[in-house]
């Protein structure tokens, strides 16, 4: 393909999905009238570029290019707002500004006229190319990409298409810039010999290849610039918890700081207005500053921005249901080897369904989980995990004698267990309690007892698959891109079982397999193929007796299909379809359902109860009811009355404490394999809800059933399924998605399993975010991303997190010194989207592991928590402000970025990102770390209880204290409304109507 023919693909392109090259203002004129304008002032982590005619500044705000005159004034969009376009630098000759832009799920190049119009796509692939620079004869493009496996310098010829890879060291090279005459190129390495700024000789024809490295540091380096005139080179540098502009002259001498100590720079190039006058962004702004003065002055810019928010008909629930209902959170179904039963996870226990019959039966009944149930060959036993000793350790059910056996007492939470073609062994995984998704596979001797580690350290890979000679096992493994981003695609793993070594293989090429876990690859009985899933749907693929890959992959269905199952004789798999059990004929494709009956009831409570509160807050105004009586009658407040003896009713005897509403967690990732005491855990902190924003569909729905049903006891849970991503994945959760039909089994989905929301995350396209917005508003679900614009503009109710990943390496919602400025506060305060913070993964747990020793003192911890955690969390904390020194030090800019969304209007809840860090005692960290920057322990908990409530759309039914809402509270000793501190004083817990004593809850089930 010629270079023309590609810039006219692109056009097609770009004309199919009909969004990109439009301007800003444009799209705004046909929003509806109740649209809100947005004036911006200020801009978080911009990047500009000067013209080279000294006039204009090309700039990048929340994704868009604009261009402002020198002197300052109202910004001029030049790109839509779906490109998330990025970087940007003029071409020599000053026509037109080059970008890294994000339309089709990669960074590619674009270009696009100074006046605006249709951009131009300069580079192609499913590979990122990020930080363009022209050659001063703007007959060259250097930028850096991760085509080769890590970030190298690479080189277009943009007249004949020409690429040329430029550097070619292991570690990563990026942020190329020619020097004025083009002799010269430097660029940012993270090479292990010796990082630093390198350089390499040039000529307007062609690279040498020579590099030379021009100097280290013990900080993060980022986008050198030359002089225009002088041996000099001016450079970002991240260090000792300062982000620095300094300056340093070739071949050694002077180095100066040029930024003042308490500048928040950005990561970004700079420009040269004259030799001794120059422009970069700081502090949230352009400043404009001369060679040897400490002071600049501030190009000022405004960005007009267009919100809108189209109201849409939340979805019902009907939380005083006393019928059946289904059960959907089948976790884990497989089928065993002679095809005639399903085993699997449902309600906490294990169930047997059998060939015949459409009602299974269970095979354990306790108020423990039993989990991940793998048969053996023989189809004889089965492996299984419980945490009938306090964590997931092995058992395994022999059917012939009816006996279990413990084979496995671990340390640490143990999953994904799977027996060996002779029985003799079973691999599993081996959690590594100090770092989150991290394990160690490991393989048992059913006989002796023995483990030995087979291979450490993965990352949430998938349940591993025994070759039939039990030489090899196979996995899904996530594989990145480079070592420089963490992203990249799940391929199949390959391990020997007698020397370890391993490799990877892939069916297809930079595509990525579904969700790890239960979802493949699993080897066929008779060693002749791969069962596995991807793009949503069933796979096989022929391989050897090695796992080599001897054809191209053939799809078994057009459906969804996850957890696939082999029967014995390899000819059939049984799946998950969504929301049934099927089996497919591996020759034929017919694909045939397996019924099955199952259901549960909602627990619904019958009591009535009045608890005389001493003090009452509602969650609503600023201050206590006192000496009130709340009744409930099954599981409602019926009415709250000053108090009166003799009510009818069991009393409840609060005449000396404080009831609030139950809280709500707003971000949190569960698991079974954290046990049954997980909810008592959440309930024990006094949180009544839980909204989980990401996890397998059916770990998550068998989780909510059983709270539901009473099975266990724990709080409501709101739920997603698997985070929708894009081309490239991270967590074994996320499940990496094209446009198309995938996508749109992916909201089928979502419908058939009824989630509560949808969360997409940081490689979803802004396109394919805005059609899953849609869709999930059509059938009453909120969304939720990462992303704050354009995303709100088109309907996206939450963002999550105040910074954490972002595809571009650096966060628009939060700088290096984790400042926000004006554009992300007044973009989230006007628009209304719910921001979750999570400032307690951000620092805030930390802060009070350094500021309160008795923070960790009370008797949830001690229940829950082994001392040893407390020593866990120390380190962390010591190793995280080692690696960065900010991380403690800027702290306080996000608790000040917090008191004025909340301050000032914004919709903020508290919420954790809990496991990754410790659930419920993380919660409380959230909790305290807001007051502690200065928001009031009132707007705290209104946050936790009333506004979270109202994101998830609930207000009518949950959040506060009212007269016909659910009967969801909190028991406290002491004024929490003082000191947010007495939140953790819990006494007794409400529930649905249901009544738990915090000894109750706290008591050792084990």
Known sequence: MTFSRKIKTVFLTFACIGLVGLNINTTAANTRTDSLKVTLTEGTNIAIALSPDK??????????????????????????????????????????????????????????????????????????????????????????????????????????????????????????AFSPDGSRLSYVSERTSAPGIYMMETSLREASGKEKLFLTTTGKLGAPMWHPSKPKIIFHNFIEGKTVLDMATLGGGEWITLSEPDEDVFPFKVSWLSDTE???????????????????????????????????????????????????????????????????????DLYILKKGSDIPFPITNDEFIEIDPAWSTDGKRLAYLSDRKGNMDLYCRDFVSGKDTLLLDAPDALTLPSFSADGTQIAYYQKDPSVFGR???KVIDIASGKSTNLYEPIFDGSQPSWSPDGKYVVVSSLVPYSTRYREGVSKFLIISTKDKSFRYTTPANERTLSTRGKNGPYWSPDGSKFAFSMDGVLWIVAVNEKGDLLAAPRRLTNELAE??????????????????????????GATETIQMSLNYMVKQPIGKYVIHAGKLFNGKTDGYQRNVDVFIERNRIVKIEPHKAGRTGKLIDASTKTVIPGLIEMHTHQSATAGEQLGRLWLGYG????????GDPYDVIERKESWASGRRIGPRNFYTGGILDGSRIYYGMNVG??????????????????????????RMPDVMQQRITSFAHSIGIPVSSHEIYPAMRYGVDAVEHIGATSRRGYSPKLSTMNKSYQDVTELLIKSGMNITPTASLQGGMSMLVNKDAAFFNHKQFAAFYSPAILDQVKEQTALRSKINPAFLTTFSNIQKTIKTMVDRGGHVTPGTDSPIIHPG????????????????????LRSATLYAAEALGVSKDLGTLESGKLADMVIVDGDPLKNIKDVLNVQTVIRNGEVFAIEDILKNRN
């Open 563 to 588: 957890n696939p199952s082999w029967t014995g004789d390899s000819k059939s798999i049984v799946f998950m379809a969504t929301d049934v059990l099927k089996k497919v004929s591996v020759l034929s």
């Open 737 to 762: 998605n094209v446009a198309g039909a995938q996508l749109e089994l992916e909201l089928e989905k979502a419908k058939r399993l009824e989630f509560d929301m949808i969360k997409t995350y940081v």
């Open 55 to 176: 006039k204009t500044i090309a700039m990048d705000l929340q994704g868009t290019i604009f261009t402002i005159p020198v002197s300052g004034s109202n910004a001029k969009a030049l790109t839509d707002e779906l490109g998330d376009c990025r970087q940007p630098v003029w071409s020599p000759d000053g026509s037109k500004i080059t970008f890294q832009a994000f339309w089709d799920g990669n960074f590619h190049i674009y270009s696009v006229d100074k006046n605006g119009g249709a951009p131009v796509q300069l580079t192609f692939g499913t590979f990122d190319d990020r930080e363009p620079y022209w050659s001063p004869d703007g007959k060259k493009l250097v930028f850096s990409s991760d085509r080769s496996g890590n970030y190298d310098i690479w080189q277009l010829e943009p007249e004949s298409g020409k690429l040329t890879q430029l550097t070619h060291d292991q570690g990563n090279d990026y942020f190329p």
């Open 921 to 940: 005692i993380s919660y409380h960290a959230e909790l305290q770390s807001w007051v502690d920057g200065g928001v009031t322990p009132f707007q705290t």
């Open 439 to 441: 394990f160690a596979m």
């Open 278 to 348: 120059y422009l970069y962004a700081s502090d949230g702004k352009i400043v404009r500053k001369k060679l040897g003065e400490k002071q600049g002055s501030a190009v000022p810019f405004q960005v007009q921005m267009t919100l809108g928010r189209t109201p849409y008909k939340t979805k019902i629930y009907d939380f005083n249901a006393k019928t059946n209902r289904p059960v959907k959170g089948i976790r884990g179904p497989v089928v065993s080897p002679d095809g005639k039963s399903i085993a699997f996870t449902a309600l906490g």
């Open 687 to 694: 949180i009544t809800t839980t909204r989980e924003t990401g």
